[in-house]
């Protein structure tokens, strides 16, 4: 274990913190031998017999790679000096995770948040636990393991300081980074030991097991639930010094660009790379085979790479290749033409996925049908950051250096590319300048992995350049969803049909037939929670003609900007105000019932248990009035302004989003204010909560009203931020106010993430149409009202 630590120190680099810690002995721990002079702790997570304030319940992290139950392996080590270093397995991309789970174990231990130090793990879940950072799911099936793992750490310490004084445990008491003798009245005696003076003696308690460990009750906590803890990198982020995928720095380190074809499928058919080879700075070319059998998975396009003594050089060269591709069937994809075929598609019964009642019949029986069909084009992630990989090849061993969400996953697929080992292959993870989804995808791991082969193993840093990201991204699919709403004789919504017509995240894992997978048509299709006796949900065949991937929120986006957007317009046509028409369309305070309410058996809810985490439309009710009430809803506005409500549940959690909007003379849209509310159950750090739900917000606005990628012949369109515009500060949402709804550790914690985002391009769309009676059914909007 002393071996292990040390190593993954110095592999952490810039990105260890200054981590420092020395002499710990896992195995001395474990075995309750006092061989060493540290403490470090393993903690495997049980949910059984747990005491009273950790009510374990199961997660999906049972089901994540690895998992979290059998094998989340989470380590600590207390230094000599005190100084207390937690590794943090997740990646960091913005979300707080590398400073929020920390705090869980460090406010169960009674540590001082101050002496903490964090150490990033490299990829490694046989160690660590899934180390996928998607699906805002890191806190909900993680925080259970931290809790214990923090309590137990604590109640360690407190057995060895008990026998040095000679007392009962129960007379020791873990604060403020040391612990503190009790007389018989639990009254603090003056007396204390510190961690560091204390933890070459705590080696030699057996890690107490799950059901005899004591937690602290939630008003003993001092770090969770306070809003008061900024991330740990807060301040070399701002300073600069913060070290980024692309800050790596490698003895003998060369530079590289790829040239990939436009069309994806397209194969190489000649190149000539003699005026490359002239540009100054110029050293090599290579060719880097694409894959294109199916599963194609997250593997590499493909082309011609070349290598320089800079960036800039490689650039250069780039340029000057001669290449011809012979383009795939793909090379026909036109995404305008392609949208009209899915909106014929919608226009037809599909797949059924969801029926309860008789849909038929309600429509059959309606006095009236509202019918409506909103459209979203693709999207592309484009993190701030570009995608970049470092790689280098010694002795048969190879290292990757990168921003990635999933580096165990990237680990393994560049062992198999390599033909290597996995144990001979590390991937060292660095803090993400964004990632939105695109680096769960380590297509340009494997390339930087693969060049560096071709190059003897030399370390090699592959840039790709911000037009290489947008236009060769895994997009979020494109969609048209058809909403068809029956009215009886009394103005009541009596059916409901819904067809959902979009290309599948799944034909990267397998042959496609153009249907979407548990996972799509669980975020907020067939889980749709209205109090409507009669409803349908189908899915229209679309086979998809680029990289579909996951982007932030997923599949949520266009279903709440269809499903939100359609209530609000059977609300207009019935004359009911939004808000109220939102709460009663979704009916009683109740758990839905997936089986009552025809869901599917494959029904996926977030990977997570339903019993542990159901629909409940009292959660999804209580955020509406919470937005509602603080947005000031039903207050007079100014001619060309108006508020628009939207509601969801994504990942475990619930969100609604209210939207001022203000239409300039022009036709301008402008956001003066946003309110959010969100009930994400147990929450750790409101901090880190209420910065996702103002990101969101922008996130949302850039979705809604600005980004969109097209495709003629199968090329994406656009190259960069000028042509794929994004929320600029010029016009954000000028403010964003977010309420957090309490709630104690009985109410299992939800993702926070991603669920900010699906209300707010439906609650704008409302907005727009409250202050100039237009209903704006596509994404992006555009940014003025015509």
Not at 549 to 557: A, D, E, L
């Amino acid at each position: 274990m002393l071996h292990y630590l040390k190593n993954e120190i110095a592999a952490g680099g810039e990105q260890s913190f200054n981590a420092e810690i020395s002499n710990v002995s896992r195995r001395g721990v474990l075995g309750g031998l006092l061989t060493a002079t540290g403490l470090v702790l393993a903690a495997r997570f049980t949910p059984a017999n747990a005491s009273e304030h950790l009510k374990a319940y199961p997660t999906g992290g049972l089901n994540m790679p690895s998992g979290v139950v059998s094998d989340p392996h989470v380590f600590i080590a207390i230094a000599p000096d005190g100084a207390l270093t937690i590794v943090t397995h997740r990646s960091e991309m913005g979300t707080g995770i590398r400073t929020s789970l920390p705090m869980v174990v460090a406010d169960e231990m009674g540590a001082d948040w101050s002496r903490v130090k964090l150490l990033q793990a490299p990829g490694d879940e046989p160690k660590y636990g899934n180390q996928d950072t998607d699906g805002s799911r890191s806190m909900r099936h993680f925080v259970q393991p931290m809790r214990q793992c923090g309590a137990a750490m604590r109640q360690m310490l407190e057995t060895a300081a008990a026998a040095k004084w000679n007392v009962d445990r129960s007379l020791c008491h873990a604060r403020n980074h040391e612990v503190a003798l009790l007389d018989t009245n639990k009254k603090e005696t003056g007396k204390v030991l510190s961690f560091g003076e204390l933890a070459e003696a705590a080696m030699a308690v057996p890690v107490p097991a799950p059901e005899t460990i004591l937690y602290k009750s939630p008003n003993e906590f001092t770090l969770m639930g306070k809003g008061e803890v900024q991330i740990a990198d807060l301040h070399n982020i701002t300073t600069g010094k913060a070290g980024y995928g692309a800050d790596t720095r490698l003895p003998g380190m060369k530079y590289a660009v790829i040239a990939r074809p436009a069309v994806l499928g397209s194969k190489l058919k000649s190149y000539d790379a003699s005026a490359t080879l002239k540009v100054p700075g110029v050293e090599s070319v290579h060719e880097i085979e694409g894959v294109f059998t199916v599963p194609r998975k997250f593997g590499q396009l493909g082309g011609i790479a070349v290598v320089a003594n800079t960036t800039y050089a490689a650039m250069q060269g780039r340029d000057a290749l001669t290449i011809e591709w012979e383009d795939g069937p793909n090379v026909s994809y036109d995404s305008d033409a392609y949208a009209a075929e899915m909106s014929a598609t919608a226009a037809k019964p599909g797949k059924v996925l969801r029926n309860q009642g008789d849909p038929d019949a309600a429509f059959a029986n309606a006095k009236d049908i509202v019918t409506a069909e909103y459209h979203g084009r693709h999207l592309a992630q484009a993190p701030m950051e570009p995608l970049v990989a470092i790689a280098r090849i010694v002795d048969g061993k190879a290292e990757v250096w990168s921003s990635v969400q999933s580096p165990y996953g990237a680990r393994k697929d560049i062992a198999e590319a390599l033909k290597m080992p996995i144990e001979n292959v590390t991937v060292h993870v660095s803090l993400l300048g964004g990632g939105f989804g695109r680096k769960s995808k380590w297509d340009f791991m494997l390339e930087a992995a693969l060049l560096s082969q071709k190059m003897g193993g030399q370390p090699v840093l592959l840039q790709w350049t911000r037009e290489d990201d947008i236009q060769h991204a895994f997009y979020h699919t494109t969609s048209v969803e058809r909403i068809e709403v029956a009215l009886d004789d009394a103005g009541k919504v009596s059916g409901w049909r819904h067809r959902t017509v979009a290309p599948s995240i799944v034909s990267n894992f397998k042959q496609d037939d153009g249907y979407q997978f548990p996972i799509e048509y669980g975020m907020g299709f067939i889980d749709m929670p209205f109090d409507i006796p009669n409803i349908r949900c189908e899915n229209g065949r679309a086979m998809a003609h680029t990289r579909i991937g996951w982007f932030r929120s997923v599949s949520n986006i266009q279903r709440a900007f269809a499903v939100q957007s359609a209530v609000s317009e059977v609300a207009h046509k019935l004359g009911r105000d939004p808000k109220d028409f939102l709460l009663e369309i979704i009916g009683p305070d109740r758990e839905i019932d997936p089986k009552k309410a025809g869901f599917p058996d494959d029904f996926w809810n977030y990977g997570e248990p339903y019993e542990q985490f159901p629909i409940n439309t009292a959660r999804l009710k209580n955020v509406i009035r919470v937005a509602a009430d603080n947005a000031g809803w039903g207050k007079k506005l100014p001619d060309r302004q108006g508020l628009g409500i939207a509601a969801h549940r994504s990942f475990a959690s619930y969100v609604a989003t209210v939207v001022h909007v203000a239409i300039d003379d022009d036709g301008t849209i402008r956001v003066p204010h946003v309110t959010s509310a969100i009930d994400c159950g147990f929450h750790v750090n409101p901090e880190r909560i209420r910065s996702q739900m103002e990101g969101a917000a922008v996130m949302g606005m850039s979705n809604a009203i600005y980004s969109g990628i097209t495709f003629k012949k199968g090329a994406v369109e656009q190259s960069n931020f000028t042509d794929y515009e994004v929320t600029r500060m010029s016009n954000y949402p000028q403010k964003v106010s977010v309420h957090i709804i309490d709630a104690d550790w009985s109410v299992h914690a939800g993702g926070v993430g991603e669920p900010g985002v699906p209300p707010f391009a439906p609650a704008l769309a409302n907005a727009i149409f409250a202050a100039t009676g237009k209903r704006l059914r596509n994404l992006p909007m555009g940014e003025k009202v015509i």
